[in-house]
């Protein structure tokens, strides 16, 4: 994460870590950046959102070459785009869920079809067909000639 300190002289120092709470120590023992090891002590001016190494050291870049007033906004300012795609993947999990629940019911309905429609064909009998002739009627008629 990007984390920016405010120096005893007021002066601002931008870094990552991934443990802040150590990397603090360091820099108020004197054993963090050489900048700040005769600006001591350090206070805690802002920090950024979790971020991917490659995303910290290019918003950290960014961030050293602003002039001091903007570099606090512009660490902010990630962080707001950050809760902006928050909200919108909250929307997007809610279509979602909509969507699911539609295609739940069309599942239901296309089910229920396709049981109605084998029931029908299960109970469709093939058109009668005619016994053949009794042999007693057949034996009768010999007889009788």
């Known amino acids: 994460m990007v984390y920016l300190v405010r120096c005893s002289d007021n002066s601002l120092y931008c870094g990552i870590s991934n443990d802040l709470i150590s990397r603090?120590?360091?820099h108020n023992s004197g054993k963090?950046?050489?900048y700040t090891r005769s600006r001591i002590?350090?206070?805690?001016?802002g920090v950024g959102p979790q971020m991917?190494?490659?995303?910290?050291?290019?918003?950290?870049y960014r961030i050293k070459r602003l002039p001091p007033?903007?570099?606090?906004?512009?660490?902010t300012r990630k962080e707001n785009e950050m809760t902006v795609t928050k909200r919108d993947l909250?929307?997007?999990q809610r279509k979602f869920k909509a969507l699911e629940k539609k295609m739940e019911k069309l599942i239901a309905v296309v089910e229920k079809s396709e049981t109605t429609?084998?029931?029908k064909k299960t109970t469709k009998r093939s058109p009668a067909k005619k016994a053949p002739a009794k042999k007693k009627t057949a034996q009768m008629l010999k007889q009788k000639s």
Do not use: H, N, Y
């Open 90 to 92: 909250q929307s997007l």
């Open 32 to 34: 963090g950046a050489k």
């Open 117 to 119: 429609k084998v029931v």
């Open 52 to 60: 991917t190494k490659s995303e910290a050291l290019k918003l950290e």
């Open 41 to 45: 002590p350090i206070e805690l001016a």
């Open 24 to 26: 603090l120590r360091d």
């Open 69 to 75: 007033g903007q570099k606090i906004f512009q660490l």
